[in-house]
Structures are given as C-alpha cells and as structure tokens.
C-alpha cells in the first residue's frame, strides 16, 4: 500500500479530558488533509501525554521540558493515542492509552536527556523509541502508541487497511 505522510497545520486543543483532547487533535489532523485531498483515505493521529487530568504537551522551550521531566519523574503518567480515519466521507476516531512508569530521575539525569535534544516537538518532552527509554522502567499497553503511532488502534478501525488495494 502506498500511502503520504502529511503535515496538517491546524490550531490544536490544548487542555480538556485528555482522550477527547487526543481525539479532537487528529480529527481537526485528518479532516485538514481530506479537505485538500478528497476522495482519498486519510488517517491523524494526535498523541497526549496526561497525569490526571493535566496535560504535557510539547515543551515550548528547554526550562518548559525540564518542569515536565521533573513532574514525570518517578512516577506514572498516560500516552493517549488519538486516531481518526477519513476514508469515503465516513469519520472514525478512537483513542488507545498506554501507561508509562517513569524512574526517579536526579536533575544530572534530565540535564543530560535535555541536552540530546529529543525533546523537543515531543508531547510530555521525551521519545521512548530513542534515548528517551532510559528514562523508562516499565510501561502498561501498547508500545507504538508511545512512539507516535497506535498500531493496534489503527487496526480496530481499519483492519483491512493492509490489505492489497485497500486505500490510496
């Protein structure tokens, strides 16, 4: 299947219940693209980093990161995984979370993560698929929605989306 990835420039909600908020993001995403592209089978995907009901979105700057780090350290937080498919005018979201449990970090530790620049455009101020692991020590769900991208959700909407033919 061959498939375009495309950024959607759209104004993104930044505060709410966090599975709506997830939600909304990759509607708002994915309706931008089939508006330029109609016809065509369009999926957004938002993710959302939340402790209770506060959400972490991409740190504007270094200080930003760092009071995310800090409030994330050694304690558990949730990775929502918004998706939504637009595919024949027919709209389908779902949202997947994942539980991360981060280690106690001393404030050498984050300094150092900060300085790879990983951060940065990374909702909750870190990406677990890179050195961002090591900050890891267990998480609870899927993987990929971590990463970015909520595979098994994806497939609950679409589960013929692999099949030969099956989208453009």
């Known amino acids: 299947m061959a498939f375009t990835v495309r950024a959607a420039r759209v104004e993104e909600l930044e ?29 957004g995907v938002d993710t959302v980093v939340a402790m209770g009901s506060r959400l972490f979105g991409k740190p504007r700057d270094r200080a ?14 949730s990775v929502i995984g918004g998706v939504c498919l637009i595919e024949g005018g027919r709209v389908r979201t779902l949202a997947a979370r994942t539980e991360v449990q981060f280690r106690p970090l001393a404030p050498g530790e984050i300094e150092d993560y900060l300085d790879t620049g990983e951060w940065e455009g990374r909702a909750g101020a870190y990406a677990i698929q890179e050195r961002g692991a090591l900050l890891v020590s267990e998480i609870t769900g899927d993987y990929l929605n971590v990463v970015g991208l909520p595979v098994a959700a994806i497939m609950e909407l679409a589960p013929d989306i692999l099949s030969p033919g099956s989208a453009t």
């Open 15 to 43: 505060a709410g219940p966090p599975a709506e908020v997830a939600i909304e993001n990759a509607y708002r995403k994915a309706a931008a693209v089939a508006a330029e592209q109609p016809g065509s089978t369009v999926l």
């Open 64 to 77: 930003a990161a760092r009071e995310t780090l800090g409030v994330l350290a050694g304690r558990i937080h």
